[in-house]
């Protein structure tokens, strides 16, 4: 017998993993099919929230490596989907924005990856996705109003029964 171990299958990190190997397979296509890899992709929506944002707070703000993120923040730049100025008050550090390119490129892929998002979820009510979107963000989510992000899974769901 286990020393009170849990089941593999029951262990929420293996869970959460599967889930998110899952919500990125079925993501991916969404992206994929406008020349964006999944960090150039998590990149763009994180500045599209964002007026400018200083690079250093990329890394953590997509949840990847350092040098992750400098090379899809390197890809985006020569794809002119972003750019950067020297951040005010310190010419040691850049602040990167979206360019028009990058605002239309994301924009572009929000319809489909919203409503690749929303084909995970058809079975949850209102209420359950609220719930989870909300245990989520307890446990250490995007900080995002549950609301909005349950509207929006609805939304496309119903521009996509249309």
């Known amino acids: 017998m286990r020393l009170g171990l849990p089941a593999y299958n029951n262990y929420l990190p293996h869970y959460l993993e599967r889930l998110a190997a899952l919500v990125s397979d ?32 990329v890394s953590p703000g997509i949840g990847v490596e350092k040098v992750v993120a400098w090379r899809a923040i390197t890809a985006l730049r020569k794809k002119r989907y972003i750019s950067r100025e020297f951040c005010e008050g310190d010419y040691r550090a850049y602040d990167l924005f979206l360019t028009e390119a990058g605002r239309l490129k994301y924009e572009e ?14 079975e949850l009510s209102y209420d359950e996705l609220t719930q ?25 769901e119903r521009a996509t029964a249309a």
């Open 109 to 122: 892929t929000v319809p489909s990856a919203l409503h690749r998002a929303a084909s995970l979820m058809p």
């Open 26 to 57: 079925i993501a991916a296509p969404a992206y994929e099919a406008r020349d964006l890899s999944s960090t150039e992709w998590r990149i763009l929506a994180l500045l599209s929230t964002h007026e400018r944002l200083p690079q250093k707070d």
């Open 132 to 156: 989870l979107l909300g245990l989520l963000k307890r446990l250490g989510g995007p900080d995002t109003g549950n609301a909005d992000a349950v509207n929006d899974f609805r939304a496309s």
